[in-house]
């Protein structure tokens, strides 16, 4: 006798789902076959971990890193024995030490600022750049300027201190919570250096101008070469921008024909390959993500779903665990190896070959070698889905780097011009016929009739591209 029709239809949706499952086994067990290995390292993950370790070797008393690292302390303290302490600590952090926010041996002194005197504030407040409201600031209280010195001399004396560390090492970190350097005090004793500087110029004391501002730009183009780091080399960047603009500002008050004296010889030097390149700071950013990476998804550890946030939907913690065998760390860190380095080969050319190089340097960090999309390869689709989504971020460093070239040409030709006491009605001509163009297109520096100031439009995007000297 037939079966009901709906004893049929079930029959046959039990077949039917029973069939996808065993596809679906069938094919979870194939992709467990394939992804049963990792790979060993490329050539280019080799490359990296040999530039990473073969670092310069510099003493923990000539690291200008570890004295950052302990110099926030309160005043009185000494930033190196805080810095050793912490630096310590940072050292002996893995990937898998949970960081609670009290373990930070040497944290700083959180009320830093916070007593700073009216009148030092909107100086310093002003001076973050090098704008007309800088060099405003400057010029209106010569005893305001004094008073700050002197209130927060410890600050400056830090600050200087810091400056002949003659070595940039960092301890990359590769702890997600390790505690990076507090660069807000430092950027602040920059400040006051160049008002102890234009104090220096009001008295006509071009060696001594020249001294510090050749302190402080010789340690900032170290630190710029020496980043492992993205962020310190991001740090670097902005003290060059502040130092030439702020720096022209402390020429302009020297009298004309003797700023020249008062020029370090570091400003009439074009920035160097090492200065430029992103190959050593990239190499720290590849160790720092695969710590990261390989803690997160350690490929064949099967962990216990207690493992997992227990604020996640079972659903997600079963795809999740599913997920593991899929994940090859190796692999993965090939990938983001060869993606940097072939960035930091596109990148490496002419300045007035850079804009092109970095659409070049945009697509391959958009869309990395081997990573054409979700689970679209059988071999670690995992690693293939991760790639792309953390590596968008690296494509504008190129330009923000290589712009400190055009602020060091403009700061030049600014201060040149008002040596040689250029009327302000000549200066678009004078501009026009210069020898030192911008570095990307070769066309003259803008002139701003309103600041009356030479202005440097650069690749980085926004107002943060603009920089402008006062003449």
């Avoid at 081997?370 to 689709?381: C, I, K, Q, V």
């Amino acid at each position: 006798m037939a079966l009901p029709i709906w004893k049929r239809i079930l029959k046959w949706l039990a077949w039917s789902v029973g069939g996808m499952l065993t596809l679906v086994v069938v094919a979870y067990l194939a992709l467990l076959v394939i992804n049963w290995h990792d790979v060993p390292p490329s050539e280019a993950a080799r490359r990296l971990q040999a530039l990473h370790r073969n670092r310069p070797a510099v003493p923990d008393g000539d690291n200008g890193y570890v004295y950052v690292m302990g110099f926030s302390v309160e005043p009185g303290a000494d930033p190196q024995e805080r810095g050793l302490r912490r630096v310590a600590w940072v050292r002996n952090l893995s990937p898998q030490i949970r960081v609670a926010a009290g373990d930070d041996p040497a944290p700083g002194d959180s009320t830093y600022g916070s007593n700073r005197l009216p009148a030092a504030k909107q100086i310093s407040d002003a001076c973050r750049s090098g704008s007309a409201q800088c060099a405003l600031a400057l010029e209106s209280s010569e005893a305001a300027l004094r008073e700050w010195l002197a209130s927060e001399k410890w600050l400056l004396d830090r600050y200087v201190t810091l400056l002949h560390r003659p070595g940039w090492v960092e301890a990359v970190p590769v702890n997600i919570r390790t505690p990076l350097p507090a660069y807000a005090p430092v950027l602040d004793g920059q400040k006051l250096l160049f008002a102890k500087a234009y104090l220096l110029a009001r008295d006509n004391d071009a060696a001594g101008v020249q001294g510090l501002l050749g302190d402080d730009v010789r340690f900032w183009r170290h630190v710029l070469a020496s980043s492992d780091v993205l962020l310190t080399k991001m740090i670097a960047v902005a003290a060059l921008h502040r130092h030439f603009a702020i720096g022209n500002i402390v020429l302009r008050r020297l009298p004309p024909g003797v700023e020249s004296a008062g020029m370090p010889q570091e400003w009439t030097t074009p920035m160097t390959d090492d200065e430029r390149s992103l190959l050593r700071t990239f190499a720290g950013e590849w160790v720092f993500g695969d710590a990261l990476l390989q803690n997160a998804l350690p490929s064949g550890a099967w962990r216990d779903f207690q493992e997992f946030n227990s604020d996640e939907r079972v659903a997600d913690k079963v795809v999740g665990r599913l997920s593991i065998p899929f994940f090859q760390p190796q692999d993965t860190s090939n990938r983001r190896a060869e993606m940097f380095i072939q960035a930091v080969e596109v990148m490496n050319v002419p300045l007035e070959n850079l804009p092109r190089a970095l659409e070049q340097a945009k697509a391959i960090f958009e869309a990395p070698a081997g990573a054409n999309g979700h689970f679209t390869r059988l071999y670690n689709p995992v690693g293939a889905m991760l790639l792309p989504a953390t590596s968008g971020g690296f494509a504008g460093y190129g330009g923000r780097v290589a712009d400190v070239e055009g602020s060091r040409r403009a700061a030049v030709l600014t201060a040149r011009l008002r040596e040689r006491k250029v009327d302000v009605q000549q200066i678009s001509a004078e501009l026009v016929s210069s020898e030192i163009r911008a570095p990307y297109d070769g066309k003259p520096f803008e002139w701003d009739v309103a600041e009356q100031a030479v202005v440097f439009v650069g690749l980085e995007k926004g107002e943060r591209g603009r920089h402008s000297f006062k003449y």
